[in-house]
């Protein structure tokens, strides 16, 4: 389902010169977009008729587990875990680095906690194809409804200096986390922030353009 940087969870040519030109700062081809500036920089548009859009962004879906549900998994999954790891002691070694890791197929776990929290995801998903079709431009775009289904799903078990070091889940189309139990960090308060970075190859040289959304890294804090 995903994995994250936490203690124990379940688991993705910009410049121009001042004339009427488009300058490369970078030895980078990004032309459709130097055009598009070079476009603009050639009609004189009063500043209160322009306007910034920043588009093809990465869609980030934050969503809450009720209160009670939360307190009520929150044993259950921790049980399921100790078992889990008391049977596989070694683990599965992936993105993660120390800790533990379950195997990929707890979705399809006989375990009454599992079920609960598969549940929970596919409500998630649900809610959150919801809420892109409702800024979806095109009719045709708003009837589509693809038939997801889970294809992974495992448990981290991470302690102080574990870690999961930047990975990428590319026959996903939705990766997540949830987080189980969330430790005080000393000095640093809470532990298991999920850090995302942006996909795009070419923004790894274009780190101090941020505002852009270029190289920049996107921190969730649980």
Not at 110 to 123: G, N, Y
Not at 170 to 196: D, E, H
Request: glycine share 8%; hydrophobic share 40%; aromatic share 10%.
């Amino acid at each position: 389902f995903g994995s994250s940087r936490n203690f124990q969870n379940l688991k993705s040519c910009a410049g121009s010169s001042e004339q009427d030109s488009c300058v490369p700062t970078t030895m980078i081809n990004l032309s459709p977009l130097c055009a598009v500036i070079a476009f603009c920089s050639l009609v004189a548009v009063d500043a209160l008729n322009s306007s910034l859009e920043l588009q093809y962004s990465t869609p980030l879906y934050v969503h809450f587990v009720q209160e009670a549900k939360v307190a009520a998994l929150k044993p259950q999954l921790l049980a399921a875990g100790d078992k889990l790891r008391a049977a596989d002691k070694v683990g599965v070694t992936a993105s993660n680095r120390g800790g533990w890791r379950s195997s990929s197929d707890l979705h399809r776990r006989k375990m009454q906690a599992f079920k609960e929290l598969r549940q929970e995801v596919e409500l998630a998903v649900q809610q959150f194809w919801e809420a892109g079709l409702q800024r979806t431009p095109h009719a045709k775009g708003r009837k589509a409804q693809p038939n997801f289904f889970i294809q992974e799903m495992w448990m981290n078990q991470l302690g102080l200096g574990d870690a999961n070091i930047v990975h990428k889940h590319s026959t996903a189309f939705f990766a997540g986390v949830y987080y189980v139990n969330i430790p005080r960090m000393p000095t640093r308060g809470a532990g298991g922030a999920l850090k995302f970075k942006d996909p795009r190859v070419q923004t790894s040289i274009l780190d101090d353009m941020e505002w852009f959304g270029m190289g920049a890294e996107v921190q969730v804090n649980p």
